[in-house]
């Protein structure tokens, strides 16, 4: 059974930075794009980065040069490191994962960020 464990969420003022992480396990088949999306409450999920097998990367624009993502595939591990962080950047965000033609969500991790 995959899982997907995320960590590193919590509460930051403005301006700080947070680490997440998301290990994925149980898996069989080879990992393909991970990344993150976030919901904000009220509003739909979006996405907030990407990463390719060969690491090629995508943002949304809201967090293009304050957030980066990375991998590490011998522990089949995404990280979102958030730098600069502002107040609407609170959200629970979700990591994602891609394997074939199936996807699998974690279970959330909540970022505030307080003004």
């Known amino acids: 059974q995959v899982q997907l464990v995320e960590s590193g969420g919590g509460l930051v003022q403005a301006g700080g930075s947070l680490r997440l992480s998301c290990t994925v396990s149980g898996n069989r088949l080879p990992i393909g794009v991970m990344g993150w999306y976030r919901q904000a409450p009220g509003k739909q999920r979006d996405l907030v980065a990407t990463?390719?097998?060969?690491?090629?990367?995508t943002y949304a624009d809201s967090v293009k040069g304050r957030f980066n993502i990375s991998r590490n595939k011998a522990r089949n591990t995404v990280y979102l490191q958030m730098n600069s962080l502002k107040s609407e950047d609170t959200a629970v965000y979700y990591c994602?994962?891609?394997?074939?033609?199936?996807?699998?969500w974690g279970q959330g991790t909540q970022v505030t960020v307080s003004s």
């Open positions: 990463i390719t097998i060969d690491t090629r990367t």
């Open positions: 994602n994962v891609r394997m074939r033609d199936v996807e699998f």
